[in-house]
């Protein structure tokens, strides 16, 4: 996902330092996460920024980067691999990172503030702005569902939608407290292919997992009416939606909105000119992609006993959808300037 | 320790302050650790903000707090209990710490460069100046002890003198390109009574750590040969030459530095009336702190094996000793201002 928008990250940089870099370049990245791609991002602008400086034949300027997440990320892991990134971008770049980059963890939602007024000039998230700042209320009638799905009563759309809505004018109005007038952002997160949220590319990889957990329910692994009482905070909001919520919150202007579509299982790019495709082992792929993201929701609502049988079968289940569809993943990429 | 150094933290913010806040009160406490005193500091500061901002009917700044400690430290820990910790004040103060105070952890050794140029107005640290960077080179002869002793050679005395020096010097030069002029640091680490370093309050909590160590030794648990290439990277400085370090160094003007008596056993103190004393519940109270600072090295150079065994040792050592004399901690505070 950072590969589609790493150009539009670099242009949206030089861009805005088209003229003169600051003194110095703060910045965060919202929902950073910690695993391998968490310093991806912190790599790729002192990339950007040093390139930039070497075109304009001007002083490095120093980077105060924040990672944020919940309370609950591993940001020990992410601080114990800090050492490590000096080293590598000392070695290739001088004394870039030791003299240059400062980099903090920002623990918090960022539903809520997170930075003092006015004090960043660039915002980036990705994969993150999906994620809901709660389970949208009113939807006790999705049973058997665990998100929106073909299958949903109409008011679990509605109340879907409005949550997003709700959500993300939200987190706008904070972000633009937040950071100087003329900065930017650049958001990629997923969203779907069309105004219905009906549509393959948005319910059904998690009606997939629902399936999953009523088959756990059927050799009564589960209790069905754990499965009727569990929905997901995620939506994939339509382009449409989108730019109107950003309209109307009126503090950002829109430079650019893009969509591409991905494969779910990221090896199987375009690209990776070596795939072949094997459906228990793209599967399985995407199983451990979405695990990842929802387990912790999954253990604290059904417990951890199930989770690895019902990952087993859910790459079961994906696995044999993509060998009758290659159902695709659309992302939005979303860069904005603040107003004056 | 903090409550000695309370009221000097507040007189120091409050005369900072004396005429108007900032905007944004943008501070570090470096070395924060992660244990029940790591958000003390915080809290004091807030505190000590919001009175100001009653005395001078002013509205409350925004508040920017940067936890600096080691990358190996806890952070996951102290960030989990920031929820807790801002419902807490939310509760007290209204919305002071959810609109006011964000808080971020800045993992790196303060001997490197962790913020960028002229970011921030104050500084605090409490009991972690003391630590050096390293252990001073060339102290091969110091078989036997762990540290400065009444029975180490010469060399060893004047190594570890110059390794504060260094260490000092270079802690100073890098704060003060991380602080605004005007800004104002206040410093609590502990130091020794005399010029002398071979006094008590200096050498005798580590010469009974290697007594305990050496007997261990002598059953055979420890490498006597492992004793005489462990050493700690720690200084007790006398207040003269922390005076003449920053005098030296020029960045500062001191405007407070006084030193403070403290029992090696905290709950020994002449504020807890109800403290009765019991030998070897002072011991292990002693021994608990000792170590909690020193085991990640202790373990590093000796392995996990003996730590138990060895504080169980060093615990009856330190109460016999308090038995025939209530040896003190010679605490430094120190508070200073950048120079124009």
Chains 1, 2 share one sequence.
């Not at 080293?87 to 539903?111: M, N």
Request: glycine share 6%; net charge negative; proline share 4%.
């Amino acid at each position: 996902m950072l590969s589609k928008a790493r150009p539009i990250l670099e242009d949206t940089i030089k861009d805005m330092f088209s003229t003169a870099l600051p003194t110095c370049f703060k910045l965060a990245d919202l929902g950073c996460s910690s695993g391998p791609n968490t310093l991806l991002f912190v790599s790729e602008i002192i990339d950007v920024v040093y390139e930039l400086c070497q075109q304009q034949n001007c002083k490095l300027p120093e980077l105060q980067v924040f990672l944020n997440d919940l309370p609950g990320n591993d940001f020990n892991t992410v601080f114990k691999s800090l050492p490590f990134f000096c080293d590598k971008f000392g070695k290739e770049k001088g004394d870039l990172y030791g003299q240059h980059c400062f980099i903090s963890g920002v623990p918090g939602s960022f539903y809520h503030r997170l930075f003092p007024s006015k004090s960043l000039h660039f915002f980036h998230s990705s994969c993150s702005i999906h994620w809901l700042s709660k389970v949208p209320e009113g939807i006790s009638n999705n049973k058997g569902n665990i998100y929106m799905a073909t299958a949903s009563p109409p008011n679990v759309f509605k109340a879907y939608q409005e949550q997003f809505q709700k959500d993300f004018s939200l987190f706008l109005r904070l972000r633009s407290e937040e950071i100087i007038q003329g900065g930017r952002v650049v958001f990629t997160f997923i969203s779907r292919s069309t105004d219905d949220p009906r549509s393959k590319d948005c319910c059904l990889i998690w009606e997939l997992l629902a399936k999953s957990l009523l088959d756990l329910a059927a050799k009564g692994l589960v209790l069905e009416a754990d499965i009727d009482t569990f929905n997901l905070p995620y939506y994939h909001p339509y382009e449409g939606e989108v730019r109107e919520i950003i309209e109307m919150e009126g503090s950002f202007d829109i430079d650019k909105l893009e969509t591409f579509a991905t494969n779910w299982d990221a090896n199987d790019d375009i690209n990776n000119n070596n795939f072949v495709f094997d459906k228990d082992q793209c599967g399985r792929n995407v199983a451990n992609i979405v695990r990842a993201a929802a387990e912790p929701m999954l253990v604290s609502h059904f417990g951890d006993d199930i989770t690895d049988e019902l990952f087993k079968r859910y790459a079961e289940y994906v696995g044999e959808h993509l060998c009758v569809e290659k159902t695709k993943h659309i992302n939005i990429v979303l860069t904005m300037t603040k107003k004056e």
